[in-house]
Nanobody
């Protein structure tokens, strides 16, 4: 069984920065993928970014490209999402998700059905 714990959310002013963490534990696959999704109020969950533990290959949404950066510390089984130049439209609950099905494919990395385990979510609010 795999568990995911997110942390690092909070309230930040537009233009500010936050870094989210997703700590994975339990029966992890030798190689796995972790993605960040977010859900704004009244909207469906959307993929933000993902990374593979094997080669650190990444995919990200066009809306965050150049502002968000995903990374992984394999020794800690922890994935980070560094968010810069935050905008009010980045507000939402951010979830990390785990998949043991590798490799993550370019055309399906942001499909929620590709992920087997989800964290509880952390709130990010950009306002001020």
């Amino acid at each position: 069984q795999v568990q995911l714990v997110e942390s690092g959310g909070g309230l930040v002013q537009p233009g500010g920065s936050l870094t989210l963490s997703c700590a994975a534990s339990g029966s992890l696959a030798e190689y796995y993928g972790i993605a960040w999704f977010r859900r704004a109020a009244g909207k469906e969950r959307e993929g933000v970014s993902c990374i593979q533990s094997s080669d650190h290959d990444t995919y990200d949404a066009e809306s965050v490209r150049g502002r968000f950066s995903i990374s992984i510390d394999n020794a800690k089984n922890t994935v980070y999402l560094e968010m810069k130049n935050l905008k009010p439209e980045d507000t939402g609950v951010y979830y990390c998700a785990y998949t043991a099905v590798m490799p993550i494919l370019r055309w399906s990395w942001n499909d929620v059905s590709e992920y087997q385990v989800w964290g509880q979510g952390t709130q990010v609010t950009v306002s001020g």
